[in-house]
T-cell receptor, first 110, second 113 residues
Framework: GEDVEQSLFLSVREGDSSVINCTYTDSSSTYLYWYKQEPGAGLQLLTY?????DMKQDQRLTVLLNKKDKHLSLRIADTQTGDSAIYFC??????????FGSGTRLSIRP | DTAVSQTPKYLVTQMGNDKSIKCEQN?????MYWYKQDSKKFLKIMFS???????INETVPNRFSPKSPDKAHLNLHINSLELGDSAVYFCASSGLPAKNIQYFGAGTRLSVL
């Protein structure tokens, strides 16, 4: 079945870049997503990429997709304390079903 | 205005009770979802409704019964609550122009004692 995997924790120094990685198994994925969850809050869509793209940039966020290796990454430039959250990678191959990874908890060191 | 709103935000109840969680969206979407997030933050879809019709029903105990009175509402009723039902339940919705993008509510934290 479909599976999305990501590491559970990442710690970076404030001002450095954060790179969160994700792998997925569904070769028919059409959309890949990054969601952010702050403590006690719901999931906020950060960005998404179509499977026919290999890169998308939006201000401090850069998404890279390697479709051959089924690898997705999220780079956050100039990481700030407000970026502390859990980041979920997700994929969908149909309009109605999204499969989420386990989330990567990003913590920022001063 | 909150796009996807759930009530209540917190729900503490005893085992064996029956409870409901309500969800409303004002985005004009035609598809709504319920997800369960466990203590390890794993997020799993439970149900999906499109235009008031059930389209996804994952392996969920039949103590859980979703009800969609109209396109803007999807409520979740849980009978005979068990300790393992303790989790955060998220409602989401999607629709045109981007049917593959789901918007989430803030969650309902259910604690069963």
């Amino acid at each position: 079945g479909e599976d999305v995997e990501q590491s559970l924790f990442l710690s970076v120094r404030e001002g450095d870049s954060s790179v969160i990685n994700c792998t997925y198994t569904d070769s028919s994925s059409t959309y890949l997503y990054w969601y952010k969850q702050e403590p006690g809050a719901g999931l906020q869509l950060l960005t998404y990429i179509f499977s026919n793209m290999d890169m998308k940039q939006d201000q401090r966020l850069t998404v890279l997709l390697n479709k051959k290796d089924k690898h997705l990454s999220l780079r956050i430039a100039d990481t700030q304390t407000g970026d502390s959250a859990i980041y979920f990678c997700a994929e969908s191959s149909s309009a109605s079903k999204i499969i989420f990874g386990s989330g990567t908890r990003l913590s920022i060191r001063p | 205005d909150t796009a996807v709103s759930q009530t209540p935000k917190y729900l503490v109840t005893q085992m064996g009770n029956d409870k409901s969680i309500k969800c409303e969206q004002n985005l004009g979407h035609d598809t709504m979802y319920w997800y369960k997030q466990d203590s390890k933050k794993f997020l799993k879809i439970m149900f999906s409704y499109n235009n008031k019709e059930l389209i996804i029903n994952e392996t969920v105990p039949n103590r859980f019964s979703p009800k969609s009175p109209d396109k803007a509402h999807l409520n979740l009723h849980i009978n005979s609550l068990e300790l393992g039902d303790s989790a955060v339940y998220f409602c989401a919705s999607s629709g045109l122009p981007a049917k593959n993008i789901q918007y989430f509510g803030a969650g309902t934290r259910l604690s069963v004692l």
